[in-house]
């Protein structure tokens, strides 16, 4: 299997320059599982990427064959449980001993408290939130989604900071300046909805230089965020509106929704990435297809520099 991924390919081939330059270390928690194995086996012979594949060893080298990957350019380490992958992967790449962090046949819980360990964790003071990077072959453009994965019901300086995370990780790859909705239902402040006056709030924010790198605007819906011409019905104007590169939602429950809506209804491909660690993140869902994992690696290779 080669990588092929649509709007991901020039991030491949920037991944692959990269690596002609520099070596890049990988530690995946729980690669026993077929569609994690696969997504490594690209990447190492794309990339030429090392991997270190913690998870039940036995099984590893029964899947390997099926999956393509070449154990004979891996590493790997066994491990007595789920718990204890997250807990060895995420203790190598915090000891220096690999450049990224990614999850496999993991719990989100269990992976995250290993992130989060104060000893030997990838924490750094800041909000760690997760951006999925999302390419939809209907769509005129690649969107990105945040945060559907870690905070659940965040307040307002907390998404403040996952704005920011998010801007980080679009310009680290290309985007100059990027376009931020900040969504709700409406596109008005009502005092009686959180979402909304925390949304205006931001969005003054980045008008007076607190949030920094890019253009931010909200409340927008969904409609008004992405489409020219629902924005144009509304009398909504500014370079934001219909024009949105970066989803930034209220909380937990609806990023989830949202992104998994554009997977399996807009037939998306998505690479998932924890911004605010020492290291990046690869977090993507345990059901999620091999090409998803692979072009997640392939950002992170990115975001490694």
Excluded at 25 to 41: K, N
Excluded at 96 to 123: C, H, P, S, Y
Excluded at 196 to 208: F, G
């Amino acid at each position: 299997m080669s990588l092929s991924l649509g709007r991901f390919e020039p991030y491949a081939q920037r991944a692959r320059a990269m690596l002609d330059r520099q070596k890049v270390r990988v530690a995946i928690a729980g690669a026993d599982d077929d569609d994690t194995l696969v997504a490594a086996g690209i990447c190492v012979r794309e990339f030429d990427v090392s991997v270190t594949l913690f998870g039940k060893a036995s099984k590893i080298e029964s899947l390997a064959a099926r999956a393509g990957a070449p154990l004979d350019r891996m590493d790997v380490v066994d491990a007595p449980s789920p718990q204890a992958a997250a807990q060895m992967a995420t203790s190598l790449v915090s000891s220096g001993g690999a450049d990224i962090l990614m999850k496999g046949q993991v719990k989100t819980a269990d992976f995250m408290r290993a992130v989060l360990n104060q000893e030997w964790g990838l924490r750094t003071g800041r909000v760690l939130s997760h951006v999925g990077a999302l390419d939809m072959p209907r769509f005129d453009r690649m969107l990105f989604v945040t945060d559907g994965g870690i905070n659940v019901a965040p307040d307002l300086k907390t998404k403040v900071e996952i704005v920011q995370n998010a801007i980080e990780m679009v310009r680290a790859l290309g985007y100059t300046e990027p376009k931020v909705a900040l969504l709700g239902a409406i596109e008005t402040v009502n005092p009686e909805m959180q979402i909304t006056t925390d949304a205006a709030a931001i969005a003054k924010m980045a008008d007076r230089g607190q949030v920094k790198g890019a253009l931010v605007d909200g409340p927008l819906a969904l409609d008004t965020a992405v489409s020219p011409v629902a924005a144009e019905q509304k009398g909504l104007t500014g370079p934001v509106a219909g024009r949105a590169d970066v989803l930034v939602v209220p909380n937990l429950e609806s990023g989830n929704v949202l992104a998994k809506s554009m997977l399996y209804f807009g037939e998306a491909i998505m690479a998932g990435i924890v911004m605010g660690a020492r290291k990046p993140i690869v977090l993507n869902s345990r059901a999620d297809t091999a090409e998803n994992k692979a072009a997640s690696l392939a950002l992170a290779v990115l975001l490694s520099r």
